[in-house]
């Protein structure tokens, strides 16, 4: 944890230093992500999020360049499936949804397309510190087999270090000479597998997602444009 927040800072004051825009933000998203695997068949799309602090600096030519802090929860879902004693499918299922949640540092680089409405499309690489994995039963009472709550248990083995690639398009306005608001849509892609050999040893599962966020900028005014 203290070396991607160090990571962060260095990038930050890198940025500060030799920038021409400045820009400095928070941003929240909706994320739906899976993995890619060889270990099992069936796993669905599970639901998450990603939010957290921004920074970006952008060139008189309207290059860009920036770096985040974010907190994302990224997994996937299975389902337990009810099967009679013929072993036929009784249409009762219920999901058992998989949280990996990391601290995560994308760094990224790009160009912006006009000024006070904009476009903005980028490509960059996001390294991550996994905080918390945990998966989630149904527990249920047997013989009627009735469904009485879930219980959530937490992985102690998944590899804690991930770094994926991303390509990012989004656009923006700017509502006054300090502020911008900015929507943007990223897909991402694990070049790291969470297995090692204690966790799904001798296979293979990475992450991968969509995420559509919301944010505002702040011209840092040292640089604003009047």
């Known amino acids: 944890m203290k070396n991607i927040i160090s990571l962060f800072l260095l990038n930050f004051f890198f940025l500060f230093t030799f920038g021409q825009t400045q820009f400095i933000g928070f941003k929240g998203g909706y994320s739906l992500t899976n993995i890619s695997t060889n270990a ?10 990603s939010i957290g ?27 337990i499936i009810f099967t009679d004693n013929q072993g036929n499918p009784t249409g009762v299922k219920y999901p058992t949804p998989n949280h990996y949640n990391y601290f995560a540092l994308p760094l990224k680089f790009g160009y912006k397309f006009g000024d006070k409405f904009f476009v903005l499309a980028n ?10 994995a945990t998966i989630t039963f149904p527990l249920f009472n047997y013989p009627s087999i009735t469904y009485i709550g879930d219980t959530t248990v937490i992985f102690t083995n998944p590899s804690k270090f991930d770094i994926s690639g991303f390509v990012e398009i989004g656009c923006g306005y700017q509502i006054s000479n300090r502020f911008s608001v900015v929507s943007s849509f990223r897909y991402q892609y694990s070049f790291t597998s969470m297995t090692n050999d204690n966790y799904f040893k001798n296979y293979y599962i990475n992450n991968y997602g969509t995420t559509l966020s919301l944010g505002i900028k702040y011209i840092l005014p040292s640089k604003a444009k009047t």
């Open 123 to 132: 490509i960059g690489v996001a390294p991550a510190l996994l905080q918390k």
């Open 53 to 79: 602090i921004t920074y970006d600096y952008e060139t008189k030519n309207k290059i860009t360049f920036g770096t985040e802090f974010l907190y994302e929860s990224r997994g996937y879902k299975n389902e």
């Open 40 to 49: 099992f068949d069936v796993h669905e799309t599970q639901p998450g999020f």
